[in-house]
């Protein structure tokens, strides 16, 4: 630790203001990263190839400024300096991913990888030193290239093949790994995915693909739940849930917000209704809209593929808290008649003739979705509440993209901004929030944006061999409303 990272965080310390901007006692803050943004090391050992490696290596056009995950972080070798950054921050916990061909290079069971085992041990272990908890997602994007070739999330078997590889992951890390995320942004995987054919796999086919793998990612989720309850939580005592990305759709003026509503419930309600609500299954009002769309399309049923009863109820309550991702929000409106209208959930809702706007005066990232909303963070969190109950909240990421550079004031801004409105919540509106994660730990590979969006509380230089990370003033800031335990002011502020 340098001397001027003390000087900064002490003085920052002694400016908090307010218990009104103090976390209950016993909030845990974090950071995250995940497996293909940070470790690098594709091809190392026995690790099998991820669907992110085949579409770096056959389509580098995919990615904006042609860079790729081959190295990136190298964190494979430099998860040492890792676990010395979150304990600089001061972190309760760190948030990361586990590579499933890294551990399953056939994708199966049948191989598990002894450097696999010994690379994630070695990252809980370090952290357990350190008193810090190990967060753990098991799937966050990189799948086997080999179940991509049998179909991936189209292929109902991936349930089975996602409960085998969840049964694994418990059997190796559940002794100490007591917090788990099963799946990172269903939405991610179905909606961006097939909707826009740009990320991994890059296949486009908006009609019917995205729906069919909600119904499947819901399923494996359920299948991880229900063993981790059945075979491991007598041992272990923890907890598993999803991480559902949330962007606000706030109605452009009153007569659009029947619309605005169909649209959380696309976005929101649509991973949630089933795990979260008492009767479970699909949120009815989506339900019926979906099927017209269905109709509309000359199918002869709804695009939504039905559950069965034992489906309904396999899935429904395979939850332990609420995982949140929250990073924008969105205006919506009716489309004009004949008006192109842009891929959802970024860019419009075509299965909802809906047109995004934003709003003039909110901040751009670096990110060309990203707009700065921390006014519709809370109504989100109330929505959430007001339709599936009391729920206990961990936000699992938050974060903003900027371009390079230490001094991120943009990043200090965002991340007091957010945590004002989440103290609002708690002490306003009586949420039960247990924790929050800044995504990210230091710049990484940003998927479709590469290496030049910049999400990192620490910079990493990648053109150095030691990918050499650096605190950025967010990170100095992160550290003092940990050490403070509340929201102090910025050194921007007097
Ligand atoms: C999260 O995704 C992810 O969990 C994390 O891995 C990621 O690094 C972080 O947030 C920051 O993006 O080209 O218009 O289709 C957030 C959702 C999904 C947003 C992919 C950008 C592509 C936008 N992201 N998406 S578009």
């Not at 001061?90 to 690379?119: A, C, V």
């Not at 306003?428 to 998927?447: C, K, P, R, S, Y």
Request: charged share 25%; net charge negative.
């Amino acid at each position: 630790m340098n001397y001027s990272w003390i000087v900064v965080s002490s003085l920052l310390c002694s400016v908090a203001y307010g218990s009104n901007l103090t976390f209950p006692p016993g909030f845990k803050f974090g950071a995250a990263s995940a497996s293909y943004q940070v470790e690098g090391a594709w091809n190392v050992s026995d690790k099998g190839e991820s669907i992110w490696d085949r579409l770096v290596h056959t389509k580098p056009e995919a990615i904006m400024d042609l860079t790729n995950g081959d190295v990136t972080c190298d964190s494979y070798h430099l998860w040492e300096r890792d676990i010395e950054m979150a304990t600089e921050l001061g972190l309760h916990f760190y948030r990361f991913s586990l590579s499933w061909p890294r551990l399953m290079p056939t994708g199966f069971s049948n191989k598990i990888s002894e450097d696999g085992q010994k690379y994630y041990n070695n990252l809980i272990d370090g952290l357990l030193d350190k008193g810090i908890e190990p967060l753990v997602t098991i799937f966050h994007w990189d799948l086997p290239q080999s179940l991509q070739d049998l179909g991936g999330w189209m292929n109902p078997l991936i349930v089975d093949w996602f409960e085998d590889y969840a049964r694994v992951v418990f059997s190796l890390f559940a002794d100490r790994v007591k917090t788990w995320v099963s799946i990172n942004e269903p939405v991610s995987i179905c909606d961006y995915v097939y909707n826009t054919g740009g990320m991994a796999p890059p296949i486009f086919e908006p009609h019917v693909a995205p729906y069919v793998c909600t119904k499947h990612v819901l399923l494996a989720h359920a299948k991880a739940w229900r063993i981790y309850d059945e075979e491991f939580r007598p041992m272990y005592n923890g907890e598993i849930s999803l991480a559902i990305p949330l962007i606000w759709h706030e109605a452009l003026s009153a007569e659009h917000e029947e619309l605005a509503e169909l649209l959380r419930e696309n976005i929101a309600g649509r991973y949630s209704h089933p795990v979260y609500s008492k009767e479970g299954g699909w949120p009815p009002s989506l339900e019926k809209h979906l099927e017209e769309v269905g109709k509309r399309k000359g199918f002869n049923k709804s695009v939504l593929p039905p559950f069965t009863k034992e489906e309904i109820d396999l899935i429904r309550g395979t939850y332990d808290y609420y995982g949140m991702n929250f990073y924008t929000s969105r205006l919506v409106r009716k489309a004009r008649p004949g008006e192109s209208i842009g891929a959802w959930p970024m860019n419009g809702a075509p299965d909802f003739d809906a047109a995004f706007e934003k709003d003039p005066s909110w901040v751009a990232g670096y990110s060309s979705w990203f707009y700065v909303t921390p006014e519709y963070f809370r109504p989100q969190i109330m929505w959430l509440k007001e339709k599936y109950g009391d729920l206990k909240f961990l936000i699992t990421e938050n974060g903003i993209s900027t371009g390079p550079g230490l001094d991120d004031r943009m990043r200090v801004e965002y991340y007091r901004d957010h945590l004002k409105e989440l103290l609002l919540a708690i002490h306003e509106d009586g949420v039960n929030v247990v924790g929050f994660t800044a995504w990210t730990l230091m710049d990484n590979f940003e998927w479709n944006d590469g290496l030049g969006s910049k999400f990192g509380l620490y910079e990493v230089n990648f053109t150095s061999p030691q990918r050499t990370r650096t605190p950025r003033a967010s990170a100095h800031y992160y550290k003092s409303i940990i050490d403070t335990h509340s929201i102090p002011k910025t050194i921007y502020e007097n």
